[in-house]
């Protein structure tokens, strides 16, 4: 079927967006794939699209940024499909606010749910790793990592990943885990849209005029992201660990 044949995936925030076309990309790949998502619904949504690719799916409703759900979480796959081999940590959230506005509760939410969530889910996903000598986890930064107004929170959770998927690299490597981090820059997705609205901007403007600002003319769909994320979990990227890849349309500064 694929170059994933065999292999269970775990993909978070995969109830839509760009976790959604990253868990269907793999499933095309051959993966199994458990769909982990606050949005319960949104995960079954993902998994009938699974299933018309001719794969396995799993919804488990789960909030990375709670150990004891993403132990759990984790369990329940471990059961469903024999254990984990990929893991694509992609669940987060915004609270836009400029820094002198953000309560300590939206600075929290971020950073619990971007970089909190992909500690403890790669923390449990290598348990899994560890004893196969391979594995592959990929990490959801952003060009938001570079600084943007109105984003500490985010882009701090943003670079913040860039320095973990680094760390694990190097530290899970002996064991055939490759880690690596893919960094979009303007994906249409609903939270694109809310990034539009919050700035008051309709979103079809939102998108031309990002647009006209991006070297290939045009923006990110999230299969340009899944592309990227497969290719990382397949063997032909065995090679390739602790990298952040920029999926951005052109050279990022």
């Given at each position: 079927?694929?170059?994933?044949?065999?292999?269970v995936a775990v993909v978070t925030g995969a109830a839509r967006g760009i976790?959604?076309?990253?868990?269907?990309?793999?499933?095309?790949?051959?993966?199994?794939?458990?769909?982990?998502?606050?949005?319960?619904?949104?995960?079954?949504?993902?998994?009938?699209?699974?299933?018309?690719?001719?794969?396995?799916?799993?919804?488990?409703?789960?909030?990375?940024?709670?150990?004891?759900?993403?132990?759990?979480?984790?369990?329940?796959?471990?059961?469903?499909?024999?254990?984990?081999?990929?893991?694509?940590?992609?669940?987060?959230?915004?609270?836009?606010?400029?820094?002198?506005?953000?309560?300590?509760?939206?600075?929290?939410?971020?950073?619990?749910?971007?970089?909190?969530?992909?500690?403890?889910?790669?923390?449990?996903?290598?348990?899994?790793?560890?004893?196969?000598?391979?594995?592959?986890i990929v990490n959801t930064s952003s060009t938001a990592a570079l600084g943007?107004?109105?984003?500490?929170?985010?882009?701090?959770?943003?670079?913040?990943?860039?320095?973990?998927?680094?760390?694990?690299?190097?530290?899970?490597?002996?064991?055939?885990?490759?880690?690596?981090?893919?960094?979009?820059?303007?994906?249409?997705?609903?939270?694109?849209?809310?990034?539009?609205?919050?700035?008051?901007?309709?979103?079809?403007?939102?998108?031309?005029?990002?647009?006209?600002?991006?070297?290939?003319?045009?923006?990110?769909?999230?299969?340009?992201?899944?592309?990227?994320?497969?290719?990382?979990?397949?063997?032909?990227?065995?090679?390739?660990?602790?990298?952040?890849?920029?999926?951005?349309?052109?050279?990022?500064?």
């Amino acid at each position: 079927m694929g170059n994933l044949d065999g292999k269970v995936a775990v993909v978070t925030g995969a109830a839509r967006g760009i976790g959604q076309a990253e868990a269907v990309r793999l499933a095309q790949q051959g993966a199994k794939v458990a769909v982990f998502d606050i949005n319960e619904a949104g995960c079954q949504e993902t998994v009938a699209k699974i299933a018309e690719v001719g794969s396995q799916g799993i919804a488990v409703a789960c909030n990375v940024a709670d150990e004891q759900q993403v132990t759990a979480a984790f369990a329940t796959v471990a059961d469903k499909f024999g254990s984990v081999d990929i893991l694509v940590n992609n669940a987060g959230i915004i609270r836009d606010e400029l820094v002198y506005k953000m309560t300590v509760q939206e600075w929290d939410a971020v950073i619990d749910t971007h970089l909190k969530g992909s500690f403890l889910c790669s923390r449990e996903a290598q348990k899994y790793m560890v004893p196969k000598n391979w594995g592959r986890i990929v990490n959801t930064s952003s060009t938001a990592a570079l600084g943007n107004r109105g984003q500490a929170n985010y882009s701090s959770a943003k670079a913040g990943l860039q320095g973990l998927t680094k760390t694990l690299a190097i530290e899970l490597g002996r064991y055939g885990i490759t880690v690596n981090a893919v960094a979009p820059g303007f994906i249409q997705t609903e939270m694109t849209r809310s990034t539009a609205e919050r700035i008051g901007v309709p979103f079809e403007k939102f998108i031309e005029e990002a647009a006209q600002r991006i070297p290939v003319r045009r923006v990110g769909q999230p299969i340009d992201v899944a592309n990227v994320v497969a290719f990382l979990c397949s063997d032909e990227a065995s090679y390739v660990s602790g990298q952040v890849i920029y999926v951005a349309g052109g050279p990022t500064v």
